[in-house]
């Protein structure tokens, strides 16, 4: 019986050994099980992940062509369905040849991101100009080439389209008279570093507008809708001729306060001015007349100054005898209305004094009013449908596949 007995006892001990071999190789073969489609969803997820980050950016590379080549400015154009059926065609295109693997959820917006967030296009240009820089692609007029009295071959233009108009993105801004502004700053005309100091944020947006948009007496491209682009930019009218009007009124004011004061300043002037009041009123009211001479002689030098700058001529910010042009006998005989020129051409040209207006202008108008003449100039030549508010700057995006959530904010 013992020897039954141990026999049992052995085979016992084999079966259980056995029985616990299977068990810890079942348990071994269920984690290595769940640890192989823990792998293979985390791998679908870690690809979801990053399909879904390349195809935002895939659809960010759909910018507008024509925007991008004529102005540097990379704009996603269509709305929030359009922009998220095109990020499902490329999800599904890479996600739908895996099995048990769906696209529960995609969508995307530009939304947050829309063009008419001035701010955002105004950060764009800065790093355009500090990526690219600004070429010389302007043709500038000058005294050299240009004569005065022939007429500009360019046309000038009105806007007169109403679906055009109201949707531009400037329209909803209050903007102060270009010329107000102009006077409240004569009086520190005399010291314009900031306005020609390269480097700052305002002088890169500013030079972007100099070399990409006409003004009066420089040409960026023959096929943009006004001739005086820059004006625009000042006045906002819709007109090129209101725009030049306004404008040369905004640089009458800005010069006026520097021509009184040398006439004040300059002995020999003064002296003129002094008199002619007495041959005009002798005694006390010379004194009255004496102010309304000056103010006479420097209005009209003003006047001749926004000639000179139209016809290619400089003018400098503060003048001397040199670059003075019309003597106190002009004014008495009322010949003013012909272009009188100074001995020495010197100063600053038409576009420096359209930097100090522009550099006096709101950031905020200024930037819309790009991209107004940005839809203008679309619309004329390449989509007559075209609406800059459709367009954005960047999209957010969120998707979800096979349950879980993938979200990415991409800009240009």
């Not at 102010?291 to 002689?297: E, K, L, M, P, Q």
């Not at 003597?327 to 359209?354: A, E």
């Amino acid at each position: 019986m013992s020897f039954w007995n141990e026999a049992m006892i052995k085979h016992s001990k084999r079966g259980s050994s056995a029985v616990f071999l299977c068990i810890v190789l079942s348990t071994l073969i269920a984690v290595t099980l769940t640890m192989v489609y823990a792998a293979r969803w985390k791998a679908v997820d870690s690809f979801a992940d990053g399909v879904t980050d390349l195809g935002s950016a895939s659809v960010l590379s759909e910018f507008d062509y024509y925007v991008q080549r004529d102005y540097g400015l990379l704009l996603l154009q269509g709305n929030d369905r359009q922009i998220s059926r095109k990020l499902r065609n490329y999800l599904s295109y890479s996600l739908d040849v895996l099995d048990g693997v769906s696209v529960d959820r995609c969508t995307a917006s530009g939304s947050r991101y829309n063009v008419i967030n001035v701010d955002m296009i105004g950060d764009q240009i800065v790093t355009y100009v500090k990526t690219v820089g600004i070429a010389d692609v302007v043709r500038q007029k000058t005294a050299n080439d240009t004569d005065p009295d022939s007429a500009d071959p360019r046309p000038k233009h009105a806007l007169r389209h109403g679906p055009t108009i109201v949707s531009l993105p400037s329209r909803q801004i209050p903007d102060k008279s270009i010329i107000q502004k102009a006077e409240a700053a004569a009086e520190s005309l005399k010291h314009p570093e900031a306005v020609f100091h390269g480097g700052t944020r305002k002088y890169m947006i500013d030079s972007y507008i100099l070399s990409h948009f006409n003004s009066d007496t420089t040409t960026a491209a023959d096929d943009h809708f006004f001739r005086d682009e820059v004006e625009y930019l000042l006045c906002g009218k819709l007109a090129d001729e209101e725009n030049i009007k306004k404008t040369d009124l905004a640089l009458k004011a800005l010069r006026f306060p520097s021509n009184l004061a040398h006439i004040y300043e300059d002995p020999e002037k003064w002296s003129a001015v002094v008199t002619a009041a007495e041959t005009i009123t002798p005694g006390l009211l010379g004194t009255v007349t004496q102010a309304g001479i000056a103010a006479a002689w420097a209005t009209a030098e003003s006047f001749n100054d926004v000639k000179l700058l139209h016809a290619g001529y400089k003018v400098p910010l503060v003048k001397d005898a040199t670059s003075w042009a019309i003597d106190l006998d002009g004014l008495l005989n009322k010949t003013t209305d012909n272009l009188f020129l100074p001995d020495v051409n010197k100063g600053k040209t038409y576009p420096d004094y359209l930097r100090i207006l522009l550099f006096i202008q709101d950031d905020d108008i200024k930037t819309a009013r790009i991209l107004d003449l940005i839809q203008i100039n679309m619309r004329r030549n390449y989509d007559a449908d075209f609406l800059i508010q459709e367009c954005s700057l960047g999209i957010a995006i969120q998707s979800v596949v096979n349950g879980n959530e993938h979200v990415f904010d991409k800009i240009y």
